[in-house]
């Protein structure tokens, strides 16, 4: 029998990419998505016919055991969360609700349902915030610094508390910035990315951002999600770092995405204070030593090739919806 996987958030860039990966690993896929009137498939369009969505809602822990009861997966993959820090100032109650509680709501489903079910959730690095070292292991002590970060330092250390309280196979991944093609346009890189597009083929003029030297440790989303399934392939449960170890700066992603395609970036970006957070992360980068050595982890794209992909993808989305108009 194939192994049967649960996905809160396939919708989500992580969602698609994990969908994909746990397909050709053999498993059926059954992927939790909100009702909503607003839902969007993109993401996962091309895999409709490959697995199942199901209602269900981090806020409804009713739904959530009765996915659990009529579905049995032997893994479940906890993404979904109200996950835009700069929102999480304006929406800080919803956030936490969603966030935070949603992992309790999900970890009691699965403690009165069934035990045995391995449970990942994605934690992130921004519970690191105001970081205390450099770079962010597993034992590196969290500051978060927005709404979003102190929920997902509530989702994580509630994890924990059940892996240890209940005997479950629970496993927080402490994520780094991790991007795609697929990421969201409310997300800085994808901002950047799409805005290149757009001033290369003409179709504006400027980018708006704030901090351009605030640095991240960024890689590839399509990476990332091995990770979370190598977690659970272990006997033992752990929470772990995922990361690429090095750092850049938002002004170093503009300067490799408008020179990709022979722009200065010096002559688009206006920087602009509505973008500024009330309270700012400057500098996170990961350790990913225990990933590499305890799951054989490493990651496979670099940062300029990260950027640059993001770029033609998305002159290559633009390029084709001009083109439907012409």
């Known amino acids: 029998m194939s192994k049967r996987a649960l996905i809160t958030g396939i919708t989500g860039q992580d969602g698609s990419y994990l969908a994909e990966l746990l397909l050709s690993e053999g498993y059926e896929v059954i992927g939790m998505v909100r009702r909503s009137s607003t839902v969007t498939f993109e993401r996962i369009a091309h895999l409709q016919d490959r697995i199942s969505t199901v209602p269900g809602d981090l806020l409804d822990q009713a739904s959530l055991i009765d996915l659990l009861r009529t579905y049995e997966p032997s893994e479940v993959y906890n993404l979904a969360a109200q996950s ?21 709501r999900m970890l009691d489903a699965i403690r009165m349902t069934d035990p045995s079910i391995r449970f990942y959730q994605a934690s992130s690095s921004e519970m690191f915030g105001k970081v205390v070292e450099v770079p962010q292991r597993e034992t590196t002590p969290l500051y978060p610094r927005s709404p979003y970060g102190v929920a997902k330092v509530y989702g994580h250390w509630i994890t924990v508390n059940y892996r240890e309280s209940y005997d479950l196979h629970a496993t927080s991944g402490i994520l780094f910035n991790h991007e795609s093609p697929r990421r969201g346009l409310e997300f800085v890189t994808r901002k950047i990315s799409n805005a290149v597009a757009k001033i290369k083929l003409g179709m504006a003029d400027e980018l708006r951002l704030g901090n351009l030297d605030a640095k991240r440790d960024w890689g590839f989303a399509g990476d990332y999600v091995r990770a979370m399934w190598l977690m659970l392939q272990q006997d033992t449960p752990e929470d772990y770092v995922v990361a690429t170890g ?3 700066s938002v002004r170093e992603f503009c300067e490799v995405a408008f020179g990709h395609v022979g722009l200065d970036y010096e002559q688009h970006v206006v920087i602009d204070e509505a973008f500024y957070r009330p309270a700012e992360v400057d500098l996170l980068v990961g350790d990913p030593a225990k990933a590499a050595e305890k799951l054989g982890w490493t990651p496979s794209v670099g940062f300029e090739d990260l950027v640059t992909m993001m770029v033609d993808a998305d002159i290559d989305l633009l390029s084709g919806k001009l083109n439907s108009l012409t």
């Open 84 to 104: 835009f820090v700069q929102t999480s100032f304006n929406q800080p109650v919803l956030t936490g609700d969603v966030t935070a509680l949603g992992v309790t």
């Open 246 to 248: 090095h750092t850049h």
